[in-house]
């Protein structure tokens, strides 16, 4: 893949060294798993580079945009949440043991550290929105785990003052975004549990394969270095060529083929030390 993805550009990558398989958390952040690679395969010579495909790379911490459950009733000194993870590939937040129980709200491909001890960010509820304020309950949080269920409760006994009724609960939880791969110097690593046909492992082993090599420049190969107008800076160097038809478009595609523009500026690029980055002029 690697080899062929490259020759349009006149540019021969071949495989040099061995395979290791060995054993590995799930969700390694992007500096862990940098530091699994290295450990496991070496620090990278002159222009070589690692390749590592794993289960999932997260990002950097994030705090989720707050949620807001409306109309629960307050019966009972804890009402549970339950975050599930529901097909394998989904999350989502629902109300536990309620009935009638509103619908659970679907969470896009993110991770819940809950080993992290500050994973939780804030929760106020309230027995008539818009009158008075808002309770904060954030220190009667309890959270219990039942296989890949994971209980958030609160104590309500700090709402009594409020009377019977129904109620409103907002809360935020910090999360982990999944990353579908990164370069990080000589190292490329590729996350494998969300590959769909729309997002296949050849995109990601050949754009972040790009990053190393150079790519997307900011500038054109040529004698003036005037600006690339397919580049774009997002999360790295990027090109936005065709839309997103080149394979160093930001987000997993289908494509496997760079654009032209890119495939000039890789022939360009002095080779000789990578990586290289793309903003490094010609």
Known sequence: MLEGGFQPAQLK????????????????????????????????????????????????????????????????????????????????????????????????????????????????????????PAT???????????????????????????????????FSLFYNPELSGLSAGPTTIVGMRFRTPASPDENTVLHEAGHYLGLAASTLPDQTGSANPEWYLKNGNHCKAGGNSCVMYDTASVNTVFCATCLDAVSARDLSNPPVWGGNPF
């Open 136 to 170: 904060d309950i954030s220190a009667a949080l309890t959270m219990t785990a039942a296989g890949r269920d994971f209980h958030l409760a609160w104590d309500l006994s700090a709402l009594d003052a409020f009377g019977a009724g129904a109620f409103n609960l907002t």
């Open 13 to 132: 990558l071949t495989r040099n060294g061995g395979v290791a398989t060995p054993n590995h958390r799930h969700f390694p952040t992007a500096a862990m798993a940098t530091q699994w690679t290295d450990g496991v395969l070496g620090a990278p010579g002159a222009r070589t580079m690692n390749i590592a495909l794993i289960d999932t790379i997260l990002g950097n911490k994030e705090a989720f945009p707050q949620f807001t459950f409306n109309g629960c009733p307050s019966t009972g000194n804890h009402t549970m949440i339950k975050v599930t993870d529901t097909t394998g590939t989904l999350h989502s937040l629902a109300w536990n043991n309620l009935n009638p129980a509103p619908a659970a709200f679907p969470l896009p491909n993110v991770a819940f550290d809950f080993t992290n001890p500050n994973w939780f960010v804030s929760a106020t509820a309230t027995i008539t929105p818009g009158l008075g």
